[in-house]
Nanobody, 123 residues
Framework: QVQLVESGGGLVQAGGSLRLSCAAS????????MAWFRQALGKEREFITY????????QYADSVKGRFTISRDNARNTVYLQMNSLKPEDTAAYYC????????????????WGQGTQVTVSS
């Protein structure tokens, strides 16, 4: 069993930056693809980005490409999301998720989820 805990959310002005962290416990993330999703109020949860186990392959949603960067530190069992040039439309609860193998962009393929951290971007 993997437990995921996100941190780093908060209130930021448009154009600002935040760095989210997702710390895993319970077992090593060896073999796990890790991803970030977000869910705005009244909307469905959407894929943002994922990173493979070795950290040498990533994919991003078009809405965040060029502004967000996912990374991982396997020694620390932690995944990060660096968010730059934030916009009001980035306001949402952000969730990290993990699964063995290659779950891709479909949230239904992810087995483990954190509780979420709120990001609010003011205009």
């Amino acid at each position: 069993q993997v437990q995921l805990v996100e941190s780093g959310g908060g209130l930021v002005q448009a154009g600002g930056s935040l760095r989210l962290s997702c710390a895993a416990s319970g077992r090593t993330l060896s073999g796990y693809m890790m991803a970030w999703f977000r869910q705005a109020l009244g909307k469905e949860r959407e894929f943002i980005t994922y990173i493979n186990w070795r950290g040498d392959y990533t994919q991003y949603a078009d809405s965040v490409k060029g502004r967000f960067t996912i990374s991982r530190d396997n020694a620390r069992n932690t995944v990060y999301l660096q968010m730059n040039s934030l916009k009001p439309e980035d306001t949402a609860a952000y969730y990290c998720a993990g699964a063995l193998g290659w779950p891709g962009t479909n949230l239904r393929n992810y087995d483990y989820w954190g509780q979420g951290t709120q990001v609010t971007v003011s205009s």
